[in-house]
């Protein structure tokens, strides 16, 4: 009897061993950790929102709310808001045009962690928004990555890329490199190694027939 106890005992307690085991197994997984050090890996901020999309309740075990700043920081009492200062979900109403594209078109990056802009969107909907780990921007815009006509219009008011904010401009080479995509072509084919510029027949538009036309785009300082 007491073998058979003694036997019980210990098939329980490895029992036990091994789902601990595979619990730790999973968080590591899910979510890489430098156990003796004592953080994540060095590329973590680049990485990490993928991690977060899988298992978002992996990062509030250490970093406490994602929704409420008041809660935030948890065990390891670093906060997402540090970074997220707006938080680290879409608010609400985000999915509306106004918001999301002028957001992304127009604000610059103050914090370069945040990643305000077209390159923010880029690292969860894919480099060509086609999707990544988020859904397709071509899913709603489904003529391209931007909204309808009048985009190339000249009115405040109307969406339309004149009033851009330059810091977008790799985003905007991707699909319109020396005019790729688009009915209008620069004039001049611009030296080797020329970095990307709206205005330098890199891609769309030259110098000459912007400034004819009263086109303005916003310097990476803009407001």
């Given amino acids: ?8 005992g210990s098939c329980f ?8 085991w595979g619990c730790a197994g999973k968080a590591q997984k899910a979510v890489p950790f430098e156990e003796v050090k004592g953080q994540h890996p060095a590329n973590w901020v680049q990485v990490h929102y993928a991690s977060y999309i899988a298992t978002p309740e992996q ?3 250490c970093h406490g709310s994602t929704t409420n ?6 065990i390891s009492k670093v906060s997402c808001f540090t970074c997220h200062t707006g938080g680290v979900d879409h608010p609400t109403g985000w999915a509306a045009p106004a918001q ?24 969860c909907h894919g480099a060509t928004y086609a999707g990544g780990i ?32 330059q810091a977008n401009v790799p985003e905007c080479f991707k699909c319109h490199a020396a005019g790729a995509n688009s009915t209008v072509h ?13 205005l330098n027949d890199t891609m769309c538009h030259s110098t ?9 785009i916003l310097p990476t300082t803009a407001p």
């Fill in 1 to 8: 009897m007491r073998n058979v106890k003694w036997m019980a």
């Fill in 13 to 20: 307690a490895m029992a036990l061993a091994l789902l601990a």
């Fill in 59 to 61: 990062c509030q075990t």
């Fill in 69 to 74: 700043p008041a809660l935030a920081g948890g």
């Fill in 100 to 123: 999301h594209g002028l957001a992304a078109k127009q604000a610059p990056s103050a914090n370069p962690i945040a990643m305000v802009g077209f390159s923010h969107c880029a690292k």
């Fill in 134 to 165: 988020a859904n397709s921007c071509k899913a709603c815009h489904t003529k391209a990555p931007h909204p309808d006509k009048p985009w190339t219009g000249t009115t405040v008011t109307l969406t339309n890329h004149i009033f851009t904010d």
């Fill in 186 to 198: 620069p004039l001049t084919t611009p030296p080797a190694g020329t970095a990307p510029g709206c």
């Fill in 208 to 216: 000459t027939i912007s400034s004819a036309a009263g086109i303005r």
